[in-house]
């Protein structure tokens, strides 16, 4: 197991506060000094303990790994303002292979051997869902950065949140008007053959079907399959418009052979990033995607209208305006992702302090506190967007981004509103007992 206690600065202020005399004449002193008063206080108090569950190992460590860096960074800015209430925070961090039999163990190993205040992290959907009933036995707040629905669809429990990023309804909702629009109405989509995928399979069926368009035909590919050239024959030759989200670490190989199978007598092609997560696209055989769109939870190059709340999470995660590693310009960033666990962390401080969280009994208070909110404006807190939080459904909407690959680069074309993505609520967890 791994712990870090991200304190950037508190052995400079500790140093500080021995200096100081200690009596009525120091404190009054102090008092012109909140931050040195809040990790004066932090330092006589236990650190409030979030255990992440990462996707270290298996396909997903891609995202893992910047998962785990953008989590650092947001901890650190967190430890950085005095911690939540008063006290530090660290992580404790567990791998959980991108496996939803191991996802369940972790939590039960934050719950009883790490005492974590919460659980927070993974991605992939297939690990929520074998983790959230573990969570909700042993009664442990579960705070998911996954875009699965299947939070809001109701299949889980009180005691899972998602209120840092959207889900895939919302954000197929949200897309199919500009893709029927702009594209073309006959669509074909190729898929991953999990409940993420399902998920694009079910919802962008019906979301293209209300804007007068047809799936007609429908290609589910196994997670772990490393070579996909025998599924493009697949493919009608009525297609208008291709529509592919892919996951694991063989995208760049799947995107490859697309443009192989194509070459230039390609239709429109409409992507979800995930295909190209963590991949230059200015990698050698990605040629093919000059002019064909991508949606982005968040856009991995910085546009011309870039919000100051953009530039200063850029540089606290050590990413450039490209989207890859300040250090290491070949290591591309999971950006249209990773700002979840950013934004997933300052809604749980928030709502530790909302709660004046003490420990373990506030848990419930703790999740009452964020079911309470609402609007979500854009700020540093919040660098993606503005966010309105339904708390009956546990699930955050937001702004969807459509970028166009022009001169190698992704430029946004289109930003839906936020109401773009709404749809009827089919849960109330705020009804269930906890």
């Known amino acids: 197991m791994a712990k870090k206690l991200i304190k950037p600065i508190l052995d400079t202020r500790r140093g500080v506060l021995q200096k100081m005399a200690v009596g009525a004449g120091a404190l009054a002193g102090a008092s012109a000094m909140p931050g040195l008063m809040r990790y004066a206080q932090a330092q006589s108090s236990e650190p409030i303990k979030i255990g992440f569950q990462c996707h270290k190992t298996g396909i997903g460590a891609a995202y893992g790994r910047w998962y785990e860096r953008t989590s650092d960074a ?11 209430n008063g006290r530090p925070v660290e992580l404790v961090i567990e791998d959980d292979g991108t496996d939803p039999k191991r996802g369940a163990e972790v939590l039960e190993k934050f719950a009883k051997q790490s005492n974590c205040d919460v659980a927070f992290g993974t991605l992939f959907s297939h690990v929520v869902i074998g983790s959230a009933p573990t969570a909700g036995e042993l009664k442990l707040p579960y705070f998911v950065v996954s875009e699965g629905h299947h939070v809001a669809s109701g299949m889980l429990n009180r005691y899972t949140l998602q209120p840092g990023i959207t889900d895939v309804r919302s954000q197929v909702i949200a897309m199919a008007p500009f893709v029927a629009d702009n594209l073309g109405k006959k669509v074909t989509m190729i898929f991953p053959d999990f409940a993420f995928g399902h998920d694009h399979r079910d919802y962008f069926s019906a979301a293209i079907k209300e804007q007068g368009g047809e799936v007609i035909e429908m290609i589910a ?25 892919m996951v694991g670490p063989a995208v760049l190989t ?32 990605l040629e093919f995607l000059e002019g064909t769109y991508f949606w982005e939870g968040n856009p991995r190059y910085a546009q011309a209208d870039q919000t100051s709340f953009d530039k200063n999470y850029r540089e606290a995660v050590g990413v450039n305006d490209q989207g890859s590693s300040v250090t290491d310009s070949s290591d591309i960033s999971t950006y ?68 166009q690959v022009k001169d190698k680069k992704l430029n946004v074309v289109h930003t839906t509103p936020i109401e773009a993505g709404y749809y009827p609520d089919e849960v109330d967890y705020t009804k269930q007992p906890f």
């Open 74 to 84: 947001a901890v650190a800015r967190i430890n950085d303002m005095g911690g939540i």
């Open 221 to 245: 590919i196994p997670p772990t399959e490393t070579s996909f050239t025998k599924y493009f024959p697949k493919i009608p030759r009525e297609t208008e418009v291709i529509y592919h989200v």
């Open 254 to 285: 799947f995107v490859k052979e697309m443009g192989e199978f194509f070459g230039s007598n390609k239709p429109e092609i409409f992507g979800f990033i995930d295909s190209l997560e963590a991949v230059d696209i200015n990698s050698p055989g």
């Open 336 to 403: 249209a992702h990773m700002f979840g666990c950013w934004e997933t962390l300052n809604v749980i401080k928030k709502g530790m302090e909302s709660c004046d969280y003490k420990g373990p009994d506030d848990r419930p208070a703790l999740i009452e506190a964020v079911e309470a909110m609402t609007d979500m404006p854009a700020s540093d807190d919040h660098p993606q967007g503005t966010k309105e939080f339904n708390g009956k459904t546990h699930q955050a909407f937001g702004h969807q981004y459509i970028s």
